[in-house]
């Protein structure tokens, strides 16, 4: 009787899990996407108490001025 391999055997394939190797059509679509979806610099405002602008301390000052 053979012995049965192990699923830890370095040497036996595991034809379970797919090859990590990308595809070209894999490499074409990432470099779309990498194109398509660059990164944008964006100004935001942020109130000296740490939260976005306006928080809502702000706001509600806002409104008492407003007289809502």
């Known amino acids: 009787m053979s012995p049965t391999p192990l699923a830890d055997d370095p040497d036996q394939p595991d034809s379970d899990q797919p090859d990590p190797t990308p595809s070209q059509q894999d490499l074409d679509d990432a470099d779309f996407v990498l194109f398509a979806h660059p990164p944008k610099a964006i100004a935001k405002l942020v109130c000296a108490c740490g939260d976005d602008y306006p928080c809502d301390e702000v706001r509600f ?7 809502l």
């Open 61 to 67: 000052a806002q409104l008492v001025k407003e007289g």
